[in-house]
């Protein structure tokens, strides 16, 4: 049996709480003992309108069953407001869960500029927003969490999709860096990238399938990723449908060319399946990591 997680005296804020995802994970953070601040601004999932009831029918079921919650209305955008409203009600900010996001779905050469711009403002710039403001807290009490929700849309690609794809991957590039300069402060930085049968995915996903991707089977693995017991940090996650991968950057061992003679784009042409053959990659951490083949090829040809 392992050891029970217990949020005790921990709070957490988790965006878009009032439906799909973000209310189970809600839920399970409260059934875990910890106090929860639901945020939602209750629009449309394409970003249009505010409502405060889904938050608060959230609260209002979490507290049915006896745990601890608030409502908050604000948007991501104003990140800073729902922060406060969390040291406001429980004095303190353990855990973010950013989970808040719209879609704009349409193909790239349809694409306005409306469309790019409001997925990138709420799932990144309202990402960074809450974070930003959660992040002093975090540092000053030595402890924090962080979940950035990416999607397989930006890891793979998906048709349609070029403002949300961008916006999903961008939220992972941002969780390497902070989990970069978080560790020194013990703040842990994951992203997931899930897939669950929500408002968000109806239609999408056939009938059957959808029933089976409920919004619950995501909520253990971020609890999981949130709490002390662990020290995964940088890590990125698919989720779904009772089923969890980590996933991770491959490199080829690559080609080396003689920096001081030149080459040519017809060298390159010569040499595309070695630059392209994974036998024996590579699984860099870092940015040294990294780099460490091209140091390597400066060596080979520096004398
Ligand atoms: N459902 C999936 O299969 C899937 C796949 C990949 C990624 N995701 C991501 O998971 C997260 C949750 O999505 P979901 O499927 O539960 O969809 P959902 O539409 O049910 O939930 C999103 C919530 O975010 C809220 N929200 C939107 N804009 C907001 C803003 N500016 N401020 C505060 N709240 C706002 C909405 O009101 C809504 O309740 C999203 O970031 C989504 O992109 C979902």
Not at 34 to 56: I, K, M, Q
Not at 63 to 70: D, L, M, S
Request: glycine share 12%; with cysteine; net charge negative.
């Amino acid at each position: 049996m392992n050891d029970a997680i217990c949020f005790d005296q921990q709070v957490v804020i988790i965006t878009g709480a009032g439906g799909g995802l973000g209310r189970a994970h809600a839920l399970l953070f409260a059934k875990h003992g910890a106090r929860v601040v639901v945020n939602d601004l209750g629009g449309s999932s394409h970003g249009e309108g505010a409502n405060t009831s889904a938050a608060d029918l959230v609260v209002a079921e979490i507290r049915a069953a006896g745990g601890v919650a608030v409502a908050n209305h604000d948007s991501v955008t104003d990140g800073g407001k729902i922060v406060q409203n969390a040291l406001d009600s429980f004095g303190r900010v353990d855990v973010l869960v950013n989970n808040a996001g719209i879609l704009r779905d349409k193909s790239f050469h349809k694409m306005e500029d409306a469309d790019w711009d409001l997925v990138y403002k709420v799932h990144v710039e309202g990402a960074y927003k809450v974070t930003r403001a959660a992040w002093a807290h975090m540092r000053e009490q030595n402890f924090g969490r962080v979940i950035f929700t990416a999607s397989t849309s930006g890891i793979y690609g998906n048709f349609g999709q070029s403002n949300y794809g961008m916006a999903k991957l961008g939220l992972y590039g941002l969780t390497r860096t902070l989990a970069l300069e978080g560790r020194k402060n013990n703040i842990l930085v994951n992203a997931i990238a899930p897939t669950g049968g929500t408002r968000m995915t109806e239609g999408l996903i056939p009938p059957q399938v959808f029933e089976q991707l409920k919004p619950e089977l995501i909520s253990p693995l971020v609890v999981y990723l949130a709490s002390a017991a662990c020290s995964e940090t940088a890590g990125l996650f698919e989720v779904g449908g009772g089923w969890i991968g980590k996933v991770r950057w491959e490199r080829s061992l690559g080609a080396g060319f003689d920096p001081r003679a030149g080459f040519s784009a017809e060298d390159v042409a010569a040499h595309w399946q070695q630059i392209c053959d994974f036998e024996g990659a590579v699984h860099p951490q870092d940015n040294m990591a990294a780099m460490r083949e091209m140091m390597v090829n400066l060596q080979k040809f520096a004398s």
